[in-house]
Each structure stands twice: as structure tokens, then as C-alpha cells.
């Protein structure tokens, strides 16, 4: 038999297998914001792993739970990067119905079944079944992180540093996220930024001494117009979607805070408008008023780059090699750690995970047939990838 025949036929063998680590994983509730829960489903995954044979590496942040690495040996090859992370955005108890029902439609239902814990199990196999078929020109690298749902806010970019790290040197990545219905791939994401303006001012009695005050809610109000008025739906969209100041309605008021958002669709169109930011900021149009920046945080945009088109040229073939759809290509509003990879220089196939509907809601949703047609698609890409890799 080929590897790719042993590999196949192993997927099929242990299907019933994949199934119940799904279940496992979907009923270890693991929220971003449980820093705890997510640690024991990290502790969980490296026992797994190590009992592969795998050599893994645990890394706490502090204000978030584990983010978990995990390698077989080096190959003569470049290494493939399997990325996903391990929280979800439901609190633990809040999934209506419990933590994992298979309802009439055929779906499975539960917390992070779609995004994107089918997606690592996926990988897992994967990773088995490569093993199974003597597969060792290529290091299979699993790296999965603990706070992607905040954009990575709570470890303060501190998972991030640690999956670029494990990243660096490999030819190609796969992320794990929530795949489509109808089986397309993801080969370009948004970007976006989240950042607090805040405006200071001065306090003063708005009907004895006016004069002495300086009112920091209209400062704001003009720069929230010139921000929101930046938004280009071609390539950037703004909004400021939070706003607190003041203290009583007779104060003139000292202190304004707005949260502020927007959307690119290049790491170009970031730079450009964060430098407009600074120019409205910067600008004062109310006198004795101070504007000043927070962090701007959040993702870039995942961007089709060389070796991209190549990618799934060969994720296609060997969908089709399978006889399965040959999957399309699409772009999406939603971010994801491929962004982090692609700007790398890696090229990334994102939503390769399980197929279904209703992430970030109570009707998450995904398709149990595509577990196993979604890791037979992956496991014969990466047998597939040429030496360019």
C-alpha cells in the first residue's frame, strides 16, 4: 500500500474513534475568559500528544490559559504548521440544550463543536494517520493557543508571540477554524484594529464658570465624525461604538473615552488609516483639550501571498484525487490567526475545519460527515506537497 492508501484507509478505520475525541473535547467547556478550563483542556491535549510520540511545550500567559506546541521528529523537509486555539466565547453552563446533542437534522450541537474543536481533532488524526503510513519527510507541528476569541487581548499578544515562534521555518499552514458548508477554503480574511481614544478636558460648573472649563465630550464628537467619516467600504470601515464621560449634567465635562473599531481589508490599509488616526488626534479643535491614544490591538489582514494559489492548487487536486468536491476559494469579514502566518510569509489554507454553521452563537452547529472527508482532504494534501515547500 502507498501512504496515501494507508493513511485513508487508518482515517476510516478510526472514525468512531474521532467521533468520541470530539465529544470529549466539546464537553471540556474551555471560554477564553476560565483561564482554569482552558488549562485542563491544554493538560488534556498534551497527555494525547505525548502518547503520540510528540514532543510538546506548554506556555501559560499570564491573564489567560494555556497555549499548547506539539512536533513530531524533524523531516528533511520543511515543517507543516497545524494551528486553532482551544477557547470558545460560551461560558461554561450558558449552551442551551447541553454540551453535546445530535439532533434530528443530523447535526452535532455544543459549545465550540464548529469552532473550532472538530477542526483539532481533525488535525490530531491527521497527525496519526501520517504516523500510521511511515510519513517523515516533514516535521507535523501542532500549535494551538488559548485567547483567539479576544484577539488575543487577555494574554496581551503573548500568544501570539508564541505561535509565530512555533511557526518560523515552515513551508505551509493549515488553520483549523470553522469550515464552510460547502467546503470552500479561506485565502484571505479582514483585518481589524481595536483601540480607546480618550479626551481630557477640564471640569468647571457649566453655568457660573463656563469659561474655565474645556469640554471633552465635543472634542470627542468631532473626532468620532472625522474618524467615522474615513470609512471607505472598499477598504476600511470605522466605528465608534462606545462612548462614556462626564459626571452630571450641569458639569462641563473632563474626561471622555470612546471605543473605537475598524475593518481593512490590507496590512496597507492599516497602516494608512492608523496614521489618519494619529492626524485627527492630534489636532485640537477645543480648546485646553488633550486627545490621546490607547494600544492598537486586534488582527491584520490575512492576505494571499506567494505559494497561496499554489496551496490550493494542491489541497484541490487532492480533494479531487479523493473524489470529493474540488472546493472554491473564498475572502471573509471574520479574522483568524492566519493572518499572523500569512504575514510571515507562510502560506496558509484557513477553515479547513469541520463544516458547519452558527459559530459565536447558541446554534453552533457542524456536520459529523465532514470530520473524517475534512481530514482525508488534509492528510493527502500534505502528502502531496512538493519539495518548493
Not at 100 to 123: E, M, N, R
Not at 359 to 385: F, W
Amino acid at each position: 500500500m502507498t501512504q496515501l492508501e494507508k493513511a485513508m484507509a487508518y482515517l476510516d478505520q478510526y472514525q468512531g474513534e474521532m467521533m468520541t475525541l470530539w465529544e470529549n473535547l466539546v464537553r471540556l467547556e474551555s471560554p477564553s475568559s476560565d483561564p482554569a478550563a482552558v488549562d485542563k483542556l491544554a493538560s488534556h491535549l498534551d497527555t494525547y500528544c505525548r502518547a503520540l510520540g510528540m514532543e510538546t511545550e506548554k506556555f501559560r500567559p499570564e491573564g489567560a490559559g494555556t497555549c499548547l506546541a506539539a512536533r513530531t521528529a524533524p523531516g528533511d523537509l520543511s515543517p507543516v504548521l497545524l494551528l486553532g486555539h482551544i477557547d470558545t466565547v460560551h461560558p461554561i453552563g450558558s449552551f442551551p440544550g447541553g454540551l453535546w446533542t445530535v439532533k434530528d437534522d443530523g447535526f452535532v450541537y455544543g459549545p465550540g463543536a464548529h469552532d473550532c474543536k472538530g477542526g483539532l481533532v481533525i488535525a490530531l488524526y491527521v497527525i496519526r494517520a501520517l504516523q500510521h503510513a511511515g510519513f517523515d519527510r516533514r516535521q507535523l507541528k501542532l500549535a494551538v493557543v488559548s485567547d483567539e476569541e479576544t484577539g488575543h487581548a487577555l494574554s496581551q499578544m503573548q500568544s501570539v508571540d508564541f505561535l509565530r515562534r512555533h511557526a518560523e521555518g515552515c513551508g505551509a499552514a493549515f488553520t483549523f477554524e470553522s469550515g464552510l458548508m460547502n467546503g470552500d477554503i479561506v485565502t484571505r480574511r479582514k483585518g481589524a484594529v481595536v483601540f480607546k481614544l480618550t479626551v481630557d478636558g477640564i471640569a468647571s460648573h457649566c453655568g457660573t464658570a463656563p469659561e474655565k472649563g474645556a469640554n471633552a465630550i465635543r472634542e470627542a464628537a468631532k473626532k468620532i465624525i472625522a474618524i467615522e467619516d474615513l470609512t471607505d467600504m472598499e477598504h476600511i470601515i470605522c466605528n465608534c461604538g462606545k462612548i462614556s464621560g462626564g459626571t452630571t449634567v450641569n458639569t462641563i465635562p473632563a474626561k471622555c473615552v470612546v471605543d473605537v473599531t475598524f475593518r481593512f481589508h490590507t496590512n496597507q490599509d492599516r497602516e494608512d488609516t492608523i496614521a489618519k488616526i494619529q492626524d485627527i488626534c492630534a489636532k485640537v479643535e477645543t480648546p485646553k483639550t488633550h486627545c490621546t491614544l490607547g494600544t492598537f490591538t486586534g488582527f491584520p489582514a490575512m492576505e494571499e501571498i506567494g505559494g497561496t494559489a499554489e496551496l490550493v492548487r494542491i489541497y484541490q487536486d487532492a480533494s479531487e484525487s479523493l473524489g470529493l468536491p474540488r472546493p472554491g476559494t473564498v475572502g471573509t469579514s471574520g479574522c483568524s490567526d492566519s493572518a499572523y502566518t500569512t504575514s510571515m510569509g507562510i502560506p496558509t489554507l484557513c477553515a479547513v475545519g469541520v463544516r458547519g454553521e452558527g459559530q459565536h452563537s447558541p446554534n453552533e452547529h457542524a456536520d459529523p460527515a465532514s470530520l473524517l472527508t475534512q481530514a482525508k482532504r488534509l492528510a493527502a494534501s500534505i502528502l502531496s506537497l512538493p519539495e518548493s515547500f
